[in-house]
């Protein structure tokens, strides 16, 4: 999807809600409608017949660059007053889940009423990746298998900490064209299993450990999210059956992606299987969420989902059953929706494996 289109699909969603311009505030947002690649210092103003990208005289050059959109240099106060003044007499659609209340309060002051209010306003725009998106994110996937591999080569052992194997993966990840990490790097080995987000630490890795990798390279803005357990020589019961249990959940859940699953019979495929093997009640998260500019967006795999698959999304599909005090482990893929089911975008081989 060009800029263009882009800013067309965000006149029509404001239409829809009832506006005749829109302030967007959120990064992930004002990066998607310009391509300033520093959108927490930035903001986007799109009126019926213009689009503006405002930030500060630090990004003068920068700006200029990437932008797609007409560029405004303002600081301080004066971006708001700038803004104001391009959407006078309009009705003002905002982000309300993301401006703060001191930022709302001062627009409603000057507009002499309260802005439209909105949460989600960009959501359904964004959920289908165009073809270029889905090539950043295929990059980072590839970039992220790539890590992974290093870190099994070597790295990944007894007798190193959490957090020097999380630093290898961000390097490995930054000196081959990574723009860094999609998240804080989680590594998770031992009782420190059991933490879904268990981000690595000091603790020493030993023998008889599930270590639970979770990670993803950012190409381009887009994220990257790939989860992996690897043995730290032969594991013991119950996490052993556990690995086996999952797999077959997170296996059985990519075969059921396609378009027309609906979020809900998706998380059921995975929590069935797991409730067979007696381990639903440990099962702690929902099944999956979309990925792109944004680690975690939409649609959404859950129970509680109103999302329906369709080809163009991608989404991350990772069951996982975690009991504090003995351990626990996730498998995770990127798994691009095509128009007759599904490809696998995480490569990384996912079967027990010892190191």
Request: net charge negative; glycine share 10%; charged share 25%.
């Amino acid at each position: 999807m060009s800029a263009s289109q882009r800013l067309r699909a965000l006149r029509a969603r404001s239409r829809e809600l009832g506006a005749d311009a829109v302030l967007l505030s959120a990064p992930a947002d004002v990066r998607w409608a310009s391509g300033f690649t520093t959108p927490a210092d930035a903001k986007v103003v799109v009126t019926p017949d213009a689009a503006t990208l405002v930030t500060d005289d630090r990004y003068t050059a920068q700006a200029a660059e990437e932008s797609a959109i007409e560029v405004l240099i303002a600081g301080g106060h004066r971006q708001l007053d700038e803004i104001l003044e391009r959407v006078a007499g309009l009705r003002l659609a905002v982000q309300a889940d993301h401006l703060t209340w001191k930022v709302a309060r001062d627009i409603e002051e000057r507009l002499g009423g309260p802005p439209l209010a909105t949460e989600g306003l960009t959501r359904p725009l964004r959920l289908v990746k165009s073809p270029d998106e889905i090539e950043r994110l295929r990059e980072a996937a590839r970039l992220t298998d790539a890590a992974f591999a290093h870190v099994l080569d070597g790295t990944l052992r007894a007798g190193v900490r959490e957090v020097d194997v999380a630093l290898e993966i961000e390097r490995f990840v930054r000196q081959n064209g990574g723009e860094g990490m999609a998240f804080d790097v989680i590594v998770a080995g031992g009782h420190r299993s059991a933490m879904p987000h268990g981000v690595a630490s000091g603790r020493v890795l030993e023998r008889g450990d599930l270590v639970t990798l979770d990670f993803g390279a950012r190409v381009d803005g887009y994220h990257a999210d790939m989860t992996r357990a690897v043995a730290i020589g032969p594991v013991a019961e119950p996490l052993r059956g556990w690995f086996d249990a999952v797999l077959r959940a997170q296996e059985e859940a990519v075969a059921a992606i396609r378009p027309g699953l609906s979020g809900v019979d998706g998380d059921k495929v995975a929590r069935d299987r797991l409730e067979e093997a007696g381990l639903a009640d440990l099962f702690v998260h929902s099944l999956g969420h979309g990925v792109g500019l944004q680690i975690h967006e939409g649609p959404s795999l859950s129970s509680r989902s109103t999302d329906v698959l369709a080809s163009g999304m991608v989404v991350t599909v990772e069951p996982g059953v975690y009991r504090p005090g003995v351990g626990g482990l996730r498998i995770e893929d990127l798994v691009l929706v095509t128009d007759d089911g599904h490809e696998v975008l995480s490569r990384s081989p996912k079967a027990y494996v010892e190191v």
